[in-house]
């Protein structure tokens, strides 16, 4: 049963959340986090990539970066750029991209729920990338970036949110990438009980993103358990920041793959190959081929879109194996041009769905365009206690 619950939130003063509002840590090499936050005194991603505030011969995970970092989130809150809610509260957060939205729950979530496989994971994680995060949580005492949680719906919170929503927002306001973002405080008694007890009656809450975050809460907390043997079930050490999204309203988009070069073979001997092992078509005309089910993917190359559906034969019950990313890999990228390892073969490449599939035509070799892995796809993967493959998701 998992335990979902409201909290005090510290958050920007009104007025102030555009500014500070931020990118995840992550998406920014030192360099390009260090333009983005040169001048600007609000953006959040100077506390998240404190190193940016320090000269450049200071290592990233120099003591001093997360000192600074406590440093400059203690400075906004004595200066009242954020603020902290007397009341424990969830949250409704709204993003909305070329007219469509989705909206999540904002809460805390149970580490002990993460433990026991009631939030259930998809992918491993780096002991080396946790680190970062667990002393950024540890020495902040903030939990300071949201871990994407996704639950498979329920009619009580969709209700809830349908009622908050038609009231006005504490925050409303564009970012620079034209997504609109609105916030939403749920404080009313019943409404927050009814929340908590619809969670409390799911079995599986699922990390959609942020597996590295999650873990390096779950780190922190168990730390600070271990500090403290009479901890309180109630202290925020016990819960990490969570934004909780229905099944209904997410949308992954493709992830698609570019091999740098054909490994030793030709553009007739590669469509044989594919040809022999389900269906090719060549595309006529000259607008990329987007692919129309699982089962489909787009193949460019040498100019040329071709639609390819997989041989429908094959048929597994194993959820990983089913999937198209996987099919591609074991299929053809493997026997075909080479590629055993994606993760660390530098012949391949990925390129997420929202830069179009244009964006493979510019690249040489040979590109495929996937349809998207559904959200039920990694449901499935993940309550069989499965990884999904490198790059599955966008």
């Known amino acids: ?50 190193e940016t505030q320090l000269d450049d011969s200071v290592d990233t995970y120099d003591d001093r970066v997360y000192e600074k970092a406590r440093e400059l989130f203690e400075e906004m809150l004595a200066k009242g750029e954020f603020t902290e809610d007397e009341k424990e509260s969830y949250y409704l957060y709204e993003l909305t991209m070329n007219g469509r939205s989705q ?4 809460a805390v979530a149970s580490i002990d729920d993460y433990l026991n496989n009631t939030i259930k994971k998809h992918e491993n994680t780096r002991a080396d990338k946790e680190v970062d995060r667990i002393r950024h949580v540890d020495t902040l005492s903030a939990q300071t ?13 969709d209700e809830i949110i349908e009622k908050v929503k038609a009231g006005e927002p504490y925050f409303d306001f564009y970012s620079d990438d034209l997504i609109r973002h609105r916030g939403f405080l749920i404080s009313d008694p ?36 271990e500090a403290d043997p009479d901890y309180s079930p109630d202290a925020g050490f016990n819960y ?13 988009m493709d992830y698609n793959r570019v091999v740098k070069d054909l490994n030793g073979h030709d553009k007739k001997e590669i469509l044989d190959y594919f040809s022999q092992r389900g ?34 034969s094959f048929a597994t019950d194993d959820p990983v194996r089913s999937l198209d990313v996987s099919r ?22 990925f390129v997420g769905g929202i830069r179009g599939l244009r964006e493979l035509e510019r690249r040489t070799g040979i590109a495929f365009a996937m349809y998207p892995t559904s959200i039920r796809e990694l449901f499935k993967v993940a309550d069989e206690g499965m990884l999904m493959p490198p790059k599955s998701t966008w």
């Not at 990490?240 to 992954?252: A, G, N």
């Open 1 to 50: 049963m998992a335990d979902i619950r409201p909290f005090k939130a510290v958050r920007p003063k009104n007025g102030l959340e555009k500014w500070i509002a931020a990118l995840p840590y992550d998406v920014y090499s030192r360099k390009e986090a260090s333009e983005k936050v040169k001048g600007d005194d609000l953006s959040f991603l100077r506390i998240d990539r404190a």
């Open 103 to 106: 909206t999540g729950i904002v």
């Open 240 to 252: 990490f920041l969570s934004v909780l999204f229905p099944e209904r309203e997410l949308m992954i």
């Open 145 to 157: 970036g949201p871990i994407f949680l996704a639950y498979r719906g329920s009619f009580v919170i």
């Open 190 to 225: 019943e409404d927050i009980a009814e929340i908590r007890s619809a969670f409390s009656e799911m079995d599986s809450i699922y990390i959609a993103d942020g597996h590295h975050r999650c873990a390096s809460a779950v780190k922190v907390g168990l730390k600070r358990r």
């Open 279 to 312: 269906t090719l078509l060549r595309v006529k005309d000259k607008e990329p081929y987007h692919p129309k089910s699982k089962g489909n993917i787009g193949i460019y190359i040498d100019g040329e879109w071709y639609s390819f559906y997989f041989d429908n």
């Open 328 to 349: 591609l890999q074991d299929e053809f990228l493997e026997p075909l041009f080479g590629i055993e390892d994606p993760r660390t073969d530098n012949r391949i490449d």
